[in-house]
């Protein structure tokens, strides 16, 4: 249930993330060339807002939806027992790996936020948006042990049926 309605959010939010996104981009580009007056800090607010929405959303739905690339040649090769320890070792390798990203992404956050981070030339406010990192990833791993608690759940009712 958590996990489709946080796939359900993740799409719904990173869509909106996506039309707004467009909406602001026409919106400038008509602005700029019919009244020669574009909107204020466009090409900040797609680099240092939307881009970092929409690419930050995809990693954990592409990890809800099972769609990262994965190589399987040595689980493909081995016993069931063998391909479960070495995907368990993984997803936990995985989780270690974000929750180091969510770390680094949290110091780097809090360096921001203290110095009021804004845009490269323009007074653009860019550091609430350095919060997403930690809370992806974060979450990144969570859904890492979720697979492992589900993939030993599947195990245990196969054994059980068994």
């Not at 996104?21 to 919106?27: G, Q």
């Not at 391909?83 to 974000?98: K, N, Q, R, Y």
Request: aromatic share 12%; hydrophobic share 60%.
């Amino acid at each position: 249930m958590f996990t489709k309605v946080l796939d359900r959010w993740l799409t719904v939010t990173t869509a909106t993330a996506i039309i707004v996104m467009m909406s602001h981009i026409v919106t400038h580009a008509l602005a700029r060339s019919l009244f020669h007056a574009p909107l204020y800090g466009t090409n900040e607010i797609v680099e240092y807002w939307y881009l970092p929405i929409v690419a930050l959303l995809g990693i954990p739905a592409a990890q809800l939806q099972k769609e990262h690339i994965t190589v399987t040649m040595a689980i493909e090769r081995a016993k069931p027992a063998t391909a479960v320890v070495f995907t368990v070792f993984a997803c936990i390798l995985g989780a270690l790996v974000s929750i180091a990203f969510a770390w680094f992404g949290l110091m780097k956050a809090l360096e921001n936020t203290a110095i009021g981070s804004t845009a490269d030339v323009s007074a653009v406010i860019t550091w609430p948006v350095y919060y997403l990192v930690p809370v992806v990833f974060v979450l990144l791993a969570v859904l890492y042990i979720l697979d492992v608690v589900a993939m030993f759940r599947r195990r245990a009712e196969a054994e059980e049926g068994q």
